[in-house]
C-alpha cells in the first residue's frame, strides 16, 4: 500500500469521525431532548476551549518525545471512548462538559494530521504543495460521507450519530499505530529549559510576520465556525414563513449545507494552482474575500428567488474555508524550522480553532441575542417581518408551536422572538471585510515556490 492511499484514509476517517455529529447536533439537541438554547452555544465553543491548549500542547509532545502517529492514534482511542459516553448524559450542563472532554482528544489531532502528512511525504520523496491538497480533499468527502450516512441512517437526531463516529474513530486509532514512524525532531539533550519544555515555539511571537500571521488568524478564526453553527438553523428557520415553508431548502436544509463540503473538494485541489499563481498570501487574502461572499450571499438569500445566492454561498465556502487553513498551515510548514513545526502547527490551531473560535462563538451569540433579535407582541407585527398577513394560519400555528396564545384582537401571551438573518449576515460579511483590508495592508510576505521543496524532516 502506497503512502499517497494510506494517507488518503487517514485522511478520510480524519474528517468522517467528526462530520458524522459536527452538523446534526443540533437536531439531537434541541429535537430529541428538547433542551433550552441558551447553552447550544457552549457545544461549539468547546471546540474552541479544547484548541487553545490541546493543540499546542500535543504538538510540543509530538515534537519533544513520542512519535506524532502514536499520539494521533491513543487521541482519537480516547476520543471515541467519549463519543461512546455522550448518549448516557441526561443534563445539558453535563452534556457541554463532556464535549469539552471529547474535544480535547479531537481538536488536536487535526493539526498533528497535517504534520504526519508532511513529514511522511518529504520521508517518501514527496511534494508537499503537489501531493498534500488532493489527499487532504479525501479529508472533506470522508465529512460528507459522514453526513449522507447519518442522514440515510435515521440517526440525524439520535444518538447513533455519536455510535458512528465512535466506531470510525476506534477505527482510525488502531490504523493510525501502523502507519510509519513519524519520530520527534527536537530531542537534543543539551537544550536551554524553554527547549526542554518544548515552549520553545513560542518564540515565533517574538518575529513581527509571524505574530501579525497568527493574530490575522485569530481574527479570521472567529468566522470559521459561524456556519456550522447558525447556517442549518439560518435555513431550517425559513419555515417560519409562510411562503417559504414548504420549499426544498427547508425540507433539506442539511443536503443544501453539504454543497459547503463539495465545494471543498474542489477548492482543495485547485489550490496548488493559486499558490504557484497568486503565492502564499494572496490566496490568504482570497480566501478573506471569500468569506465576506459567504456571509453576504447568505444575507440577501432566500429559499425561492434567491435560492441561487444560497447556493453559490455554499460554493463560495469551499474557497473561503480551505484556501486559509492549508495556505496558514503551509506558512507555517514553509517558515518553520523542523524541530519546532509540530508546536507551530498547533500554535495555529490554537489561534484559529481556539482563541479565534471561542471569542467569535460567544460575541456571535452576544450580537445575535442583544441586536438580531426581534420581539413581536402581535400578530400584525410578526405578519409585516414575515411577508404575510395577520390571520395566515401557516404563522399562526408557528406562534402556536412555540407555546404562544393569540388573543382575538391579534395580541400575544408572550413575545414571539425572531432572528434577523439578513442583518446578521451582513454584520459577519462587514467583519470579514475589514479583516481582509487590514491583511492586505499590513501582511508581508514574499511567497518562494521553493521554499516547500526544501524542507527537511
Known amino acids: 500500500m502506497s503512502i499517497k492511499f494510506r494517507l488518503i484514509l487517514m485522511s478520510f476517517l480524519q ?67 467519549v463519543l461512546f459516553y455522550i448518549p448516557q448524559v441526561s443534563s445539558p450542563s453535563v452534556f457541554v462538559g463532556v464535549m469539552l472532554v471529547a474535544m480535547c482528544f479531537y481538536m488536536p489531532t487535526i493539526a498533528l494530521s497535517n504534520s504526519i502528512s508532511y513529514t511522511l511525504l518529504k520521508n517518501n520523496g514527496g511534494d508537499v504543495v503537489k501531493d498534500f491538497p488532493p489527499i487532504r480533499v479525501w479529508g472533506t468527502i470522508g465529512f460528507i460521507a459522514a453526513m449522507w450516512t447519518t442522514n440515510l441512517t435515521g440517526s440525524k437526531a439520535s ?6 463516529a465512535g466506531i470510525s ?44 500571521f497568527f493574530i490575522f488568524a485569530m481574527f479570521l478564526g472567529g468566522a470559521l465556525q459561524l456556519t456550522n453553527a447558525y447556517g442549518d438553523l439560518f435555513l431550517s428557520e425559513f419555515e417560519n414563513y409562510p411562503k417559504y415553508a414548504d420549499s426544498f431548502v427547508v425540507k433539506y436544509s442539511t443536503i443544501i449545507m453539504s454543497i459547503s463540503q463539495i465545494s471543498e473538494t474542489l477548492f482543495i485541489l485547485a489550490i496548488p494552482f493559486f499558490l504557484k499563481r497568486f503565492g502564499i498570501k494572496q490566496v490568504m487574502l482570497i480566501s478573506m474575500l471569500a468569506w465576506v461572499l459567504r456571509f453576504g450571499l447568505f444575507g440577501f438569500g432566500d429559499p425561492v428567488n434567491g435560492l441561487w445566492m444560497i447556493i453559490l454561498s455554499c460554493i463560495v465556502y469551499g474557497m473561503a474555508f480551505d484556501f486559509f487553513n492549508i495556505s496558514g498551515s503551509l506558512f507555517i510548514e514553509t517558515t518553520t524550522s523542523a524541530k519546532i513545526r509540530s508546536s507551530a502547527q498547533g500554535i495555529f490551531m490554537m489561534m484559529t480553532n481556539g482563541f479565534g473560535a471561542v471569542i467569535g462563538s460567544f460575541t456571535a451569540g452576544w450580537l445575535i441575542d442583544k441586536y438580531f433579535t426581534l420581539s413581536y407582541n402581535n400578530a400584525s407585527g410578526l405578519a409585516s417581518f414575515l411577508g404575510t398577513t395577520p390571520d395566515n394560519a401557516k404563522m399562526l400555528e408557528v406562534v402556536k408551536n412555540s407555546g404562544v396564545q393569540v388573543t382575538a384582537d391579534g395580541a400575544f401571551s408572550a413575545p414571539v422572538m425572531m432572528k434577523d438573518w439578513h442583518n446578521i449576515w451582513l454584520a459577519f460579511a462587514a467583519y470579514a471585510l475589514v479583516i481582509a483590508i487590514a491583511f492586505a495592508i499590513m501582511f508581508k510576505h514574499k511567497h518562494d515556490p521553493k521554499a516547500v521543496e526544501n524542507i527537511s524532516h
Open 169 to 212: 474513530a476506534v477505527i482510525l486509532g488502531v490504523y493510525a499505530l501502523t502507519l510509519p514512524a513519524c519520530k520527534p525532531q527536537n530531542t537534543k539533550s543539551n537544550a536551554n529549559s524553554m527547549e526542554t519544555l518544548g515552549l520553545d515555539a513560542f518564540g515565533l511571537f517574538s518575529q513581527y510576520k509571524m505574530a501579525l
Open 15 to 81: 474528517f468522517f469521525v467528526w462530520g458524522a455529529w459536527l452538523i446534526t447536533i443540533a437536531n439531537y439537541w434541541f429535537g430529541t431532548k428538547h433542551w433550552e438554547g441558551t447553552q447550544f452555544g457552549l457545544v461549539f465553543g468547546t471546540m474552541g476551549i479544547a484548541s487553545i491548549i490541546m493543540p499546542t500542547l500535543t504538538g510540543i509532545i509530538a515534537d519533544k518525545w513520542v512519535n506524532a502517529e502514536k499520539l494521533y492514534g491513543v487521541l482519537h482511542i480516547l476520543y471515541a471512548a
Open 159 to 164: 444518538e447513533f450519530q455519536f455510535y458512528i
